[in-house]
T-cell receptor, first 112, second 112 residues
Framework: EADIYQTPRYLVIGTGKKITLECSQT?????MYWYQQDPGMELHLIHY???????EKGDLSSESTVSRIRTEHFPLTLESARPSHTSQYLC???????????FGSGTRLTVV | SQQGEEDPQALSIQEGENATMNCSYK?????LQWYRQNSGRGLVHLIL?????REKHSGRLRVTLDTSKKSSSLLITASRAADTASYFC????????????FGKGTTLSVSS
């Protein structure tokens, strides 16, 4: 059903490791977003992009980076994972204004 | 402070009953959207209502928007067990360069 794909679905990693969460969409959407969500809580915007070579920081961006070299691809990198990064990471994209976002299934990250 | 706040936080009903969830927000919006999230998954866009609209229907969903009170409600009629999920409102601010801001969500449980 979803045309936006996130990998991996689950990831357990040790503290201090560098990790990249992948997000790809096949809809040709210009805008893409990363949100972080703890269980049962609201979504917090980490980064967003309005097109190739465009990236902006959200509320929780200080410990991660993103790139947008291709329209369809918007990876999120944590340079040094910490237990506080344990959470679910949701990628989304949007196209035409006044239409909703399409979300991926998420990556559930556990840092031990 | 949070732009969108849902009420109630949790709602338990029987199959066939109607479920009403409310959302309040603080600043001027371009549109307001409702999303559904099944446990541990990504969000699914349900319905979008623009700031110049007062009511919108989609199947068993009815959304209202009162911009004077900065509030919206989502009504699910004739609930089914499959409607069990978390429901989030999200506001699209009337500002360039911003992304959707999500509330904390309402957890709906529909028992058969």
């Amino acid at each position: 059903e979803a045309d936006i794909y996130q990998t991996p679905r689950y990831l357990v990693i040790g503290t201090g490791k560098k990790i990249t969460l992948e997000c790809s969409q096949t809809m040709g959407h210009d805008k893409m977003y990363w949100y972080q969500q703890d269980p049962g809580m609201e979504l917090h915007l980490i980064h967003y992009s309005y097109g190739v070579n465009s990236t902006e920081k959200g509320d929780l961006s200080s410990e991660s980076t993103v790139s947008r070299i291709r329209t369809e691809h918007f990876p999120l990198t944590l340079e040094s994972a910490r237990p506080s990064h344990t959470s679910q990471y949701l990628c989304a994209s949007s196209g035409t204004p006044n239409y909703g976002y399409t979300f991926g299934s998420g990556t559930r990250l556990t840092v031990v | 402070s949070q732009q969108g706040e849902e009420d109630p936080q949790a709602l338990s009903i029987q199959e066939g009953e109607n479920a009403t969830m409310n959302c309040s927000y603080k600043t001027s919006i371009n549109n307001l959207q409702w999303y559904r999230q099944n446990s541990g998954r990504g969000l699914v866009h349900l319905i979008l209502i623009r700031s110049n609209e007062r009511e919108k229907h989609s199947g068993r969903l009815r959304v209202t928007l009162d911009t004077s009170k900065k509030s919206s409600s989502l009504l699910i009629t004739a609930s089914r067990a499959a409607d069990t999920a978390s429901y989030f409102c999200a506001t699209d601010l009337n500002q360039a360069g911003t992304a959707l801001i999500f509330g904390k969500g309402t957890t709906l449980s529909v028992s058969s």
